[in-house]
């Protein structure tokens, strides 16, 4: 009998139900955010508002930024169109306060942030539906920059990704205390 492990398959593949070009990016999203989950396993519900003076945002406000700006690239820059109410009726506090600081966001569950993501991510997936490869492709022009959804994807993945990392120090910290 081996004791090998069984060999992982590392492999960049696209979202079947989407143009390969795009799910390559979608399919890398959603690794992104199972990541996120692995690293939000079994944490203790005080962790998720838990605030020390050495780390900026506790692991609720990171997880509301999260999901806000996700929504914020679908609707402002993939789809150009404003929030529909259901989805402005998911952030009920601006992202940021006055000092530009994450607003903190306490006293909402685990769960209730999960849902939030998942709402936000079940809703671009869904748009990316309607999005040719064209489209995809397609340079948005605004005041302060131009931008591509193939762009924005690439740059959810980075987004998620770094927090995930302050995510996993906050609780670190707070496990510690």
Same mark, same amino acid.
Request: with cysteine.
């Given at each position: 009998m081996s004791d090998a492990k069984p060999k992982r398959k590392l492999l960049f593949t696209a979202h079947p139900a989407y143009p390969p070009e795009i799910g390559v990016w979608l399919l890398a999203l959603e690794d992104a955010r199972q990541r996120t989950k692995q690293a939000l396993a079994g944490i203790a519900p005080a962790a998720i508002d838990f605030a020390a003076p050495c780390i900026d945002n506790t692991i609720g406000a990171l997880l509301y930024h999260i999901a806000a700006i996700e929504a914020d690239w679908l609707y402002a820059d993939v789809l150009e169109q404003p929030f529909p109410e259901a989805m402005a009726a998911q952030f009920p506090h601006d992202v940021r306060d006055a000092a530009g600081r994450l607003t903190a966001v306490v006293g909402v569950s685990l769960d209730d942030h999960l849902a939030r993501l998942d709402a936000v991510r079940a809703t671009l997936m869904e748009a990316f539906h309607t999005v040719s490869v064209a489209d995809f492709r397609r340079v948005r022009h605004f005041d302060a920059y131009d931008v591509t959804p193939e762009w924005?994807? *690439? *740059?959810?993945?980075?987004?998620?990704?770094e927090h995930r990392g302050q995510i996993s120090e906050a609780r670190r910290l707070a496990e510690a205390r």
């Open positions: 924005v994807l *690439h *740059h959810l993945c980075q987004h998620e990704a």
